[in-house]
């Protein structure tokens, strides 16, 4: 028998798979996030890399705005200065 979604999502850690669905990102996004850096905190038991839902949660905060113009938004779009 499968886990229902609510059941995922009231999970304390998920699997990269999980954790993508979670956030509706593709797994090759978190992958690839766990490389390069910026992607959400994880933790490794083993072989097996998990995500805590709270830190899902926390780095998706971590992403939010109000407004394209925001200093924040405009540094992590790669762009030098605010736009004036």
């Known amino acids: 028998m499968s886990e ?17 669905a979670f956030l509706r990102l593709s797994p090759r996004t978190l992958e690839k996030r766990r490389v390069i850096g ?4 994880f933790r490794k038991f083993g072989w097996r890399v998990v995500y805590a839902v709270h830190d899902l949660e926390a780095w998706a905060d971590s992403l ?14 790669g762009h030098c200065r605010p736009c004036r």
């Not at 910026?38 to 905190?41: A, E």
């Not at 394209?68 to 405009?74: A, H, L, V």
């Open 4 to 20: 229902s979604t609510a059941e995922r999502a009231s999970a304390r850690y998920l699997t990269t798979e999980e954790a993508a």
């Open 38 to 41: 910026g992607g959400p905190r």
């Open 64 to 77: 939010a705005f109000r407004i394209t113009s925001e200093p924040e938004y405009q540094a992590l779009n």
